[in-house]
């Protein structure tokens, strides 16, 4: 390690926050960590965690302390009306071989206390709640940030916004917009896993995912299999920023009434959903200004048809820890390479989400031709063609 920076300022302690701080302290910087709610509370529901993500939270010493984390055997693409397999992608001791970590799935929750637990337990790692970093600038030799209701300025070599899709640290850059509605609403729900409901949507603790033209629903269990994680995405209009507690069902109940009875009976019982407009942010934005790195949804905040907006922030952080870590006076060149890097794999990231949701969401003809392209793959093929994005970092070069 060379010239480690003494001084990191990170803004937000999400995900891709707290995952910097932690590898950033493991290469020696001084790191302050700024998180504007005031405490860590519950936000968000499950989160798919692949092996390219739970392989980095590994090295960092956080699976250990991870807790109710479930790792399905496989994903079970299933038809929303017969409830028929279309396809299975292995998982469990199968995934742990071929990349080499696990496939987990956990609350969100969850993730984010084992990783604070983690960064109480770091070297040099300070996290300050209920502070607000609003503007950050650059010095002839670092940036400065603004933090509510701190005064005066922070001065750190290197400051890090992590402050998720509607970053406002983002928004003090030029080409740096505002996050856009991508046209979708997430309906999520949390159910007790009786078995029968465990025998309908996840047996053997699978993946569930639910295909139709107009909607697709993921469930898996959480909480070490206590209960159900149901997500749905339909198309819709946002009735709020931020997760909304008591939405109007009418857009997703219209959906499910078609549905197998098993799926159907949500219909039914229509409270309980929560809703989140779903929001991207522009591809073309930079992610390096000077001294300010943006990481997380703060960079590239993804649709989560690829289950990957979580794992691309773990993989940012640890990423620009190792870069860092590297950086021998030129920290212009060294931003820069890390970005045009991270900008690569998020782009084939994209690019797999818009695949997934045009295919899951594929009707009449080109449905059952999708079917029957997938009904030729065996799973170990299919399997195969996640190598390029569950293997990273299982081997030199990825
Ligand atoms: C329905 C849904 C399902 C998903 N499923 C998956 C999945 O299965 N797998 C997966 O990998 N990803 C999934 N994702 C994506 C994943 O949740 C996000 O990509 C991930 O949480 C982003 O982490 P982050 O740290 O960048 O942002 P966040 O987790 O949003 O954290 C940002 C933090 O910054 C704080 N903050 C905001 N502004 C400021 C400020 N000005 N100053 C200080 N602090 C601030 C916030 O309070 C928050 O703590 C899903 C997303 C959705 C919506």
Redesign the pocket.
């Known amino acids: 390690m060379r010239n480690a920076p003494r001084s990191i300022v990170i ?8 995952t910097a701080a932690l590898a950033l302290s493991r290469i020696g910087a001084k790191v302050r960590v ?4 005031p405490d ?1 509370r519950e ?8 092996p390219n ?1 739970t392989r980095i939270l590994d090295r960092l010493g956080v699976l250990g302390r991870l807790q109710g984390a479930v790792r399905p055997p496989g994903v079970l693409l299933r038809d929303v009306k017969t409830l028929r397999e279309i396809a299975r992608v292995p998982l469990g001791p199968a995934a742990e071989q071929r990349w080499g970590a696990p496939y987990l ?1 956990v609350h ?1 929750a969850d993730l ?1 206390q084992a990783l604070a637990a983690a960064v109480a337990e770091a070297r040099n790692v300070e996290l300050l709640t209920g ?4 503007q950050a600038r650059n010095r002839s030799e670092g940036a400065t940030v603004r ?1 509510a209701p701190l005064l005066p300025d922070i001065e750190a070599d290197l400051v890090v916004a ?8 983002r928004q003090n850059f030029p080409g740096g917009g505002a996050a856009r509605f991508a046209g979708t609403i ?1 309906w ?1 729900r949390t159910i007790a896993a009786d078995a029968e409901t465990v025998r309908a949507l996840v047996p053997d603790c699978v993946v569930g995912a639910f295909l139709h033209p107009r909607f697709h629903l993921i469930c898996y269990p959480i909480r070490g299999g206590r209960e159900i994680n149901l ?1 749905a ?1 339909t198309r819709g209009r946002p009735a709020a920023e931020d997760w909304l507690t008591h939405p109007d069902p009418a857009p997703l109940l219209a959906c499910l009434a078609g549905c197998a009875p098993a799926l159907a009976r949500f219909a039914a019982e229509p409270s309980g959903w929560t809703a ?1 407009p ?1 929001h991207t942010v522009s591809p073309e934005q930079r992610w390096v200004h000077g001294r300010v790195v943006l ?4 960079a590239h ?2 649709t ?1 048809f690829a ?7 773990i993989e940012d952080a640890a990423t620009l820890a190792d870069c860092v870590a590297h950086i021998d006076g030129n920290w212009a060149a060294a931003l820069s390479n890390w970005e045009a890097e991270r900008r690569k794999r998020v782009a084939r990231v994209r690019r797999r989400g818009a695949f997934n949701a045009l295919a899951w969401h594929a009707a009449g003809p080109v449905a059952l031709a999708r079917n029957a392209v997938l009904a030729l793959r065996s799973p170990e093929r299919l399997a195969a063609d996640l190598d390029w994005l569950y293997g990273w970092g299982n081997s030199p070069g990825t």
């Open positions: 803004a937000g302690a999400g995900i891709a926050g707290l700024f998180e504007r709610s860590l936000v968000g529901a499950g989160l798919q965690l692949s993500a799935v969100r984010q502070r607000t970093a609003d933090v992590a402050d998720g899709v509607w970053s406002r640290l997430a999520r997500v995405f989140f779903l990481i997380g949804d703060a905040a993804l989560p289950a990957q907006g979580a794992a691309m922030a």
